[in-house]
């Protein structure tokens, strides 16, 4: 049963990941324009150059 | 939180601005100004780039971005850029474009409510998940410390994530308690509270059963629902918003310096505003200078213009046809007839909030009758086990958390989700939580006539008679006027393949009509008064070539598209249809013949429509009312439901239930069905979460539930209502 001490805090952790990128998505407004998005990437705008932060 | 300083101050207030703004302007140092254009007709990822791409090279333009979802496009610019300029250009290079009123957009607010229960629910599938896992680990047999430690693992996630996640629920009880009132939070809050101190008791104890996993799945389901019904409600008031921010109420204000244009909502009682014709009167005035006509129909539903002069008084909402006019303001913004007209609207408009959803009738029968059961299973078993009040209160909690509301708050918003967002798909906009009910029991439909069933555009009647010859003299007077029968009739004309005849000195006599010099003859396009021809009891125009007998030219209203379509469907329906209208009967009497309406009414005042629709509802009528003018809003506030189009005065939309997007008025047929097909839904739902607890309760009631069963009663009926509310007829 030992393994429980590494795997239960290894779950957590995981889980706390993806809770944290979902905070990140919900913060930078990435679900304000579903149907945007999913046309924006039909647009060839930023292939050759990425957007400059 | 500090704010770091940006040279792009656009880009603090948007991130996603910066995407847009990196390469290039980036604004000269003045403050940015935000100006926001409805793209009705946009759709595709090559519509997006070119309206960011030809925006981003216009003067001025610091950032742009077009949502699709909302079909918007959000424009920062320096504080010279007029919107008009920029909505011109995109319309001119094929991107229909319409200037919106930032200030009637609360959308940012309503979002940072969205995004908020969002976050909420994201806590709480995750704290879910993680104590689930845990969960099954005890229910496989982990036992003595290994399963004491995993209680207490749940309880550090659990009991932090229902402090944060469950406050919605709790906030609300409380107000509700508070007034001494029981709502379904009540029950489910007291739920989740027992639920969790219970098993943070029994944890302490070293007991078997802990509850964390229901007390988290109880809250992540309940705020799926939550949610659900938040999003349908902010789709709805947000395109109402844009609706309301698309007509920029300006007016023309004569000063000394000049005309300026200033918002209605800065006019007081005594200025002088200009009305140019084709615009919209934005005040309760009395003309000072000018002669025009005046239509009216917005108000009266008459469709024949009306003579103006000095000292005739016009109201808010007529349209100024032929003259420039003057008008000293009497009334403005809150104080014009739009606003008496509200008086007779806030009336009935209580009399329509005593309506109770499905969801309160199910919640005024189901939280008492939860809390009795769980009092009465405590007391009994405390005499049963002879005061063990430990087993007694588990048992209680049993009870309470295997009724879980969990189906009754997502049976409804499950359902009203799918069917709105199926309606709105067909250009309906429902704007009211309870309408989709109250549109499923609808027995009757009172139309109005004009620009409701008729498009409210006149347009000319095919005559044989017509000489070619006065067609010619008749396309040349009209053409250069922006009077609607001018212009319906240059239409015609032309689409005739008539060439106007050379005419000289034409010029507007406003109020009377076109009076020109043809071949040396003084020829006059008009009034019927103006040329003394006798009049035709339908919306006409009359032409006289110096002397000689006028000639009438006629027009119809044409019927709006669809109407024929609906009008047959709610027949088959089995409803009963009156069209209720302020025009002449004759008028009346013709449009009711063409779409087969047999039981109709003209010569309507605004209080006899809302008193005829009072009295069929007092009948025991469930009536829909379907109208666009001012003075149709008393009847539309009076009825069981209404619908206005999207052309409706503001006014009217405003105590509409729903508002129909689009001219088409067909998919009002089917919105019934609809609504009937979604009640059906939200009742089978309700039986659904009966029947689980019908089998559930008595095994909790016995002492037989375990926390295991109470996830899967809870997983389960959730799961069934919401592929019930999937199961909608399709639109």
């Known amino acids: ?53 | 939180m500090s704010v770091p300083l940006s040279a792009c101050p656009a880009c603090d207030a948007a991130p996603l601005a910066k995407a847009q703004a990196g390469k290039g302007y980036a604004g000269n140092g003045m403050e940015a100004k935000r100006i926001m254009l409805s793209l009705p007709h946009i759709y595709c990822a090559a519509c997006i780039a070119g309206v960011e791409g030809n925006l981003a090279k216009q003067d001025g333009v610091r950032a742009a971005r077009v949502n699709l979802t909302l079909k918007r496009a959000t424009i920062d610019v320096d504080p010279d850029v007029e919107p008009e300029t920029l909505a011109n250009y995109l319309t001119g290079i094929g991107f229909e474009a319409y200037e919106l009123d930032a200030g009637q957009l609360t959308s940012t607010a309503t979002d940072k409510m969205g995004k908020d229960l969002l976050m909420r629910l994201g806590v709480a599938g995750f704290a879910m998940m993680n104590v689930m896992l845990l969960s099954v680990a005890v229910w496989s047999g982990a036992s003595d410390a290994t399963r004491d430690m995993f209680h207490w693992i749940s309880a550090a996630i659990a009991t932090p994530t229902v402090g944060f996640s469950s406050q919605v629920f709790f906030k609300s009880a409380w107000t509700a308690l508070r007034v001494g009132r029981l709502n379904m939070d009540v029950p489910i809050s007291l739920a989740i509270l027992l639920a969790l101190g219970m098993s943070l008791y029994e944890t302490a104890q070293s007991g078997e059963h802990a509850y964390f996993d229901a007390a988290l799945s109880l809250t992540f389901f309940l705020l799926a629902g939550r949610y659900l019904d938040y999003r349908t409600r902010s789709v709805a008031r947000s395109a109402a918003e844009e609706l309301a921010a698309l007509e920029v109420p300006r007016a023309l204000r004569l000063t000394d310096a000049g005309d300026e244009q200033v918002s209605v909502s800065d006019l007081s009682v005594g200025d002088i505003v200009r009305v140019v014709p084709g615009a919209r009167v934005p005040v309760d005035g009395i003309v000072v200078t000018g002669e025009s006509e005046l239509d009216r129909s917005l108000l009266t539903g008459e469709r024949l213009p009306v003579a103006a002069g000095p000292e005739t008084i016009v109201s808010t909402g007529e349209v100024n046809l032929t003259g420039p006019m003057t008008v000293r303001v009497t009334a403005a913004g809150r104080d014009s007839s739009l606003h008496r007209m509200a008086d007779l609207v806030a009336i009935a408009e209580t009399a329509r909030n005593r309506y109770t959803s499905l969801a309160d009738k199910a919640a005024k029968i189901y939280a008492p009758l939860v809390h009795i059961l769980a009092l009465g299973a405590f007391f009994a078993w405390l005499w049963i086990s002879g005061g063990d009040v430990r087993f007694a209160l588990n048992i209680a909690v049993a009870v309470l958390i295997i009724t879980c509301p969990c189906a009754l708050g997502l049976a409804v918003p499950a359902v009203t989700t799918a069917a709105s967002g199926r309606l709105f798909k067909q250009g309906m906009l429902l704007k009211s939580a309870t309408a989709m009910e109250r549109l499923a029991e609808v027995d009757h439909v009172v139309f109005d006539k004009t620009g409701t069933l008729t498009q409210g555009k006149p347009v000319m009647d095919e005559n044989t008679q017509h000489r070619t010859q006065d067609l010619e003299i008749a396309l040349a007077l009209a053409e250069g006027s922006s009077h609607p029968l001018a212009l319906s009739l240059t239409q015609a004309a032309r689409a005739k393949g008539i060439t106007p005849a050379e005419i000289s000195t034409v010029r507007e006599v406003p109020g009377k009509g076109i009076e020109g010099l043809w071949n040396g003859k003084t020829v006059r396009l008009g009034r019927a008064e103006w040329l003394g021809a006798n009049a035709v009891g339908q919306t006409a125009t009359y032409l006289s070539v110096s002397g000689a007998r006028p000639v009438s030219f006629t027009f119809t209203d044409n019927l709006r598209e669809g109407v024929d379509t609906a009008i047959s469907a709610l027949k088959a329906q089995g409803m009963g249809i009156t069209l209720i209208s302020g025009d002449v009967p004759a008028a009346v009497a013709d449009i009711a013949g063409r779409v087969g309406i047999s039981d109709w009414k003209a010569d309507t005042l605004p209080e006899g429509k809302a008193e005829y629709v009072a009295r069929l509802g007092k009948s025991g009528k469930r009536v829909l009312m379907v109208g666009d003018g001012l003075n149709d809003t008393a009847a539309l506030a009076a009825a069981h439901v209404s619908i206005s189009p999207a052309s409706a005065l503001e006014a009217a939309r405003v105590v509409s239930d729903i508002v129909l997007l689009g001219q088409s008025m067909a998919p009002l047929g089917e919105a019934t069905l609809m609504a009937k097909s979604a009640t059906r839904r939200i009742k089978e739902n309700f039986a659904i979460a009966a029947g689980y607890n019908a089998i559930a309760i008595p095994i909790a009631l016995i002492g037989l539930a375990t926390p295991l069963a109470a996830a899967l009663a809870m997983s389960l009926s959730s799961v069934t209502v919401s592929l019930n509310a999937l199961r909608l007829k399709k639109g």
């Open chain 1, 1 to 53: 049963m030992n393994v429980l001490v590494y795997l239960i805090p290894v779950s957590l952790l995981l889980g706390g990941g993806g809770l944290a990128a979902f905070f990140w998505t919900l913060r930078s407004e990435q679900y304000d324009d579903p149907d945007g998005n999913s046309q924006r990437i039909l647009s060839d705008r930023w292939d050759d150059t990425p957007p400059e932060e």
